[in-house]
């Protein structure tokens, strides 16, 4: 086991990000929970508890200035965005990019030189199945974790050298899933294409259904503790299918599959 370490977490109100932070604890570690609302974080037993907004240089400086010397930081915190490209609002498009792929550049900007200095230091970023393929009408949360693969392949490759480890989390449909806060319908037209796609996730969970959060948050704390976890890092059934596909066959053919199996028509 490796000797505990100080990690810190965003977006641990809910869901994933509250699932990571009870379990490092209850595996040894002194956890710095973050949430842009503190009030979610205070019935957590954790090390610590901040509010963060990983929108905000300032507001990711201050936390990190609070939270003591750090080892380990995994950005979760994340938005939605859910809608047909053709006209979805530009500036909630620039929202979830600010959340997705600049909030845990901002977190890594803040701890890497630091950690550089002293040779040691652990990202792990969560990322999504959509982080390596695009899926009808959530383009704009893809677009999102598609860039954030790119960030953390490059941050891999860069910091390597000083003895920073990068790690890549890729779930798929995880319970209860993401809150929907600012879905955009678009036009009429899309309506079929939106019933087609919702009735999808049953075959791709299969008749379990989705696994719980705790299935991302023992892959995180793995990733922590086990220096030669890889750079990406598939979490549930579901992802290792699709990504298993993705790596195999061409586009045409993960199409033409990819409808077979889920009935698609559009």
């Known amino acids: 086991m490796l000797s505990p370490v100080r990690v810190l977490v965003t977006g641990a109100g809910r869901s994933i990000g509250r699932s990571i932070a009870e379990v490092l604890t209850e595996r040894g570690h002194d956890v710095v929970a973050t949430a842009r609302d503190v009030a979610a974080l205070q019935d957590l037993k954790v090390e610590r508890v901040l509010s963060l907004d990983v929108r905000s240089t300032e507001s990711v400086a201050a936390a990190v200035g609070a939270a003591g010397e750090l080892d380990a930081v995994v950005n979760n915190a994340g938005v939605t965005g859910r809608g047909p490209l053709e006209s979805f609002p530009l500036e ?5 990019l600010d959340v997705n792929t ?14 550089r200095e002293r040779g040691s230091g652990v990202l792990v970023n969560v990322s999504s199945v959509q982080g390596r393929i695009g899926t009808p009408l959530e383009g704009v949360y893809a677009a999102s974790k598609h860039a954030l693969e790119a960030l953390s392949e490059t941050l891999h490759f860069e910091l390597g050298h000083f003895g920073i480890r990068v790690v890549i989390i890729e779930p798929g449909y995880i319970a209860p899933g993401m809150r929907h806060t600012a879905d955009h319908a678009g036009p009429d037209v899309y309506r079929e294409l939106s019933a087609q796609w919702d009735a999808t ?10 696994p719980g959060p705790e299935v991302v948050a023992h892959a995180v704390a793995d990733a922590l503790e086990v220096p030669s976890t890889p750079l990406r890092v598939e979490v549930g059934k579901d992802a290792a299918l699709v990504l298993g596909l993705r790596r195999t066959m061409s586009d045409a053919e993960l199409e033409a599959t990819m409808r077979q199996a889920l009935g698609l028509t559009w």
Do not use: I, M, N
């Open 102 to 115: 600049l909030g845990p550049l901002r977190l890594s900007q803040a701890v890497v030189p630091r950690w």
């Open 201 to 210: 996730v049953e075959t791709l969970t299969g008749p379990e259904g989705r």
């Open 92 to 96: 909630e498009f620039a929202r979830v």
